[in-house]
């Protein structure tokens, strides 16, 4: 599946903009079938990192991925990158 296809759009909030600084985690809004697995391959593909973690959740907007970065890949930068700052 194409990994653009996995990954909506980014999630942003002031609780997001937290993990960021934080957890060095972004947030995405995602399809409802996709799994942890998908997901954390569709991230490291798009945005060229490495993925340590991924949690997910249901919400009314629909499925949220938290995605946890390695240590050596910034979060902050990849916010830049996508222009959630």
């Known amino acids: 599946m194409d990994p653009y296809e996995v990954v909506e759009h980014p999630y942003v909030t002031e609780k997001t903009l937290m993990l960021i600084e934080k957890n060095n985690a972004l947030q ?31 919400t009314k907007k629909g499925k949220i991925a938290t ?13 830049m990158r996508i222009g959630i700052f």
């Open 28 to 58: 995405f809004v995602v399809r409802t079938d996709a799994n942890k697995n998908m997901i954390k391959e569709a991230v490291e593909k798009i945005f060229d990192v490495k993925v340590a973690k991924v949690t997910t959740r249901l």
């Open 67 to 79: 995605v946890k970065l390695t240590p050596e890949y910034n979060a902050e930068d990849i916010g």
